[in-house]
Structures are given as structure tokens and as C-alpha cells.
């Protein structure tokens, strides 16, 4: 699992450095947002290394716990083992990703069936099979086929849906405001007054201070002040945190207050579609009976001349 630490930290030592930048306008997010974690279809739960795997990230990234190759599993084998896989992961306390709770009842709806079908099970094939006329990207087998996105074959599309369409924000959120707020504080309590990094880890906070003549002028000063006044300037630490977390608190009302904006531009506009469609099923239902009043006259006068024309031959 270090590899793994070690590719996160890295991650977001670089997010650290392009914050500590003088020019911050270009800060590609590299962040490691989500891990997925794939467990052998066993049966017969966690093993050791996936149980001290978890632990070492959980405070890093948010997990994902996944069943691996779930197609060689029956769906009461399946149901068995993700209830076993839940009790041992609530038994050693590792933290999973929790899903946020809405005030919407659909978002609650979809968020309660995703929890019901933790870990998901999936499967996966880089095959395309035609079953009853239509392809399909599954795996084959003698008595059937294994459909990656059919719901009752596996939970492909859960997954995917949730990564790319319902809960990709939280997640990035989590991250921001949690995990890497907490290797930041992490990170700027374990830098000495000198401005080297006391951590055993490969990244370097300063090393982007030390490219620039103005920058290393701006090290010194502060080494200097660290020197005459380190409570003071330990205060300043905890007070530019609590400013960010502010920041990040008002970013995230802003974003609430411009979401409910959004969603009743969306109301009235449907509201407005509505109507047009109302009035548009109106003016239809009115040119129909006119249409219908026309025809019928035409097909009466077509009679009249017919039954004139018999007159004139009889006479």
C-alpha cells in the first residue's frame, strides 16, 4: 500500500505547491478523488491485507469497496458475501465513502439503493455479444451471457452512474474540504521554522521557494520572523486555516444559493413549456374539428352533384 500512499501525497503536495505559488490561476486538480477498491469474489470475506489496505487509506481518499468478477458468483452467493463484506469493514471501524444525504425524496431514493447494494458487485469484459438482435458488452458463457450493464447481471451502471453523474462533486468535495485539508495541516505543522520539511516524505513544501531570488528573500523574512515571534507566528498559521475554511464555506453557499437559482430558472421554464403546450394541444384540437367540418362538407356537396347528375339522366 505505500505506492499507493505515496502516488496520493504526491498528489497533493503538487496541489500544495501550485497553492503556494504567487500566480494561482492555473492549478490543475490532480487529486486522487477516489479509490476502488477491488476484493477477490472469495466468498468468504476480508482478508487481512484487504482489512490493513483499507485502514492505511481511509483517511486519505475516499474508498469504494468493489467484488471483483462477480459473474462467477450466484445472486444469493452475492447478496451473502456483501453482507459479510459490511460487517467486517463496521467491525474494524474502516471508514467507506458515505453517501450525502439530500432534501430531495428522489436523490434519497437512489442514495438508500445505492447503500442497499454496497460493495458493488461488477463485472467486467472488453467483448461486444449480440443477444436477441442487440449487442451487448458481456462475457459469454454455455448457459448465457453476463451482461456488464444490466442491473440484474451486476452494478456497472450504479457505479457508473454515481461516479459520473450523481456524486462526482461530493466527492471532489470530500477530498478538498477533508482529506487533503487534513494533510495540509499535517504538512504545515511539520515544516520547521527553517522552512525544511521535518517529514520523512518525498515532496518538498518549499521546494518551489527556492528557484527565485525574490522567493529565498521571502523564506529568510520569514525564517527571521519564525526566529523573534514563533508564537505569533504560529497564530498567523492557525488563522490563514481558519480563513480557508471560511472561504471554502462561503464557496459552498454560493454554490447552494446559485443551484436553487438554477433549479427555479428550470421550474418556470417548464412552467412556460407547459403552457405553450397547453395552448399548442388547444389550437391543434380546434383546426382538427375545422377539418373535419370542411371534409364533411365537401363530401356532402360531392353528393349533391352526384344524385343532380342522376336527375338529369333519368329526365
Known amino acids: 500500500w505505500q505506492p499507493v500512499i505515496n502516488y496520493i501525497d504526491s498528489k497533493f503536495e503538487d496541489f500544495l505547491n501550485a497553492e503556494s505559488r504567487v500566480n494561482r490561476r492555473q492549478m490543475p486538480d490532480n487529486r486522487v478523488h477516489c479509490c476502488l477498491y477491488f476484493i477477490a469474489p472469495s466468498g468468504h470475506g476480508l482478508k487481512p491485507l484487504d482489512v490493513e489496505f483499507m485502514k492505511r487509506l481511509h483517511d486519505k481518499v475516499n474508498i469504494i469497496p468493489l467484488i471483483a468478477k462477480a459473474d462467477t458468483l450466484t445472486p444469493e452467493e452475492c447478496c451473502q458475501f456483501k453482507k459479510q463484506i459490511m460487517k467486517e469493514i463496521h467491525e474494524h471501524k474502516i471508514k467507506i465513502y458515505e453517501f450525502p444525504d439530500t432534501d430531495d425524496d428522489e436523490d434519497n431514493k437512489v442514495v438508500k439503493k445505492i447503500k442497499e447494494r454496497m460493495p458493488l458487485a461488477v463485472v467486467g469484459s472488453n467483448v461486444v455479444i449480440e443477444v436477441n438482435g442487440k449487442k451487448v458488452r458481456g462475457r459469454q458463457y454455455p448457459w448465457g451471457v453476463a451482461e456488464v450493464e444490466n442491473g440484474e447481471h451486476c452494478d456497472f451502471t450504479i457505479l457508473r452512474n454515481m461516479l459520473i453523474r450523481t456524486h462526482m462533486q461530493d466527492l471532489k468535495d470530500v477530498t478538498n474540504n477533508m482529506h487533503y485539508e487534513n494533510y495540509r495541516s499535517k504538512k504545515l505543522a511539520a515544516v520547521t521554522c527553517n522552512g525544511v520539511d521535518s517529514t520523512k516524505t518525498k515532496g518538498q513544501l518549499t521546494k518551489s521557494l527556492q528557484k527565485s531570488k525574490p522567493v529565498s ?99
Open 217 to 315: 528573500l521571502q523564506s529568510h523574512i520569514w525564517k527571521m520572523l519564525s526566529e523573534l515571534f514563533p508564537i505569533q507566528m504560529t497564530s498567523i498559521l492557525q488563522i490563514r486555516h481558519i480563513l480557508n475554511l471560511q472561504k471554502i464555506r462561503w464557496m459552498d453557499n454560493k454554490l447552494e444559493r446559485r443551484h436553487e437559482q438554477m433549479k427555479k430558472n428550470l421550474e418556470a421554464q417548464y412552467k412556460e413549456l407547459e403552457e405553450k403546450r397547453k395552448q399548442f394541444e388547444e389550437e391543434k384540437s380546434v383546426w382538427e374539428t375545422q377539418q373535419r367540418i370542411l371534409e364533411q362538407q365537401k363530401f356532402d356537396a360531392s353528393k349533391t352533384m352526384e344524385k343532380n347528375k342522376k336527375k338529369g339522366k333519368i329526365f
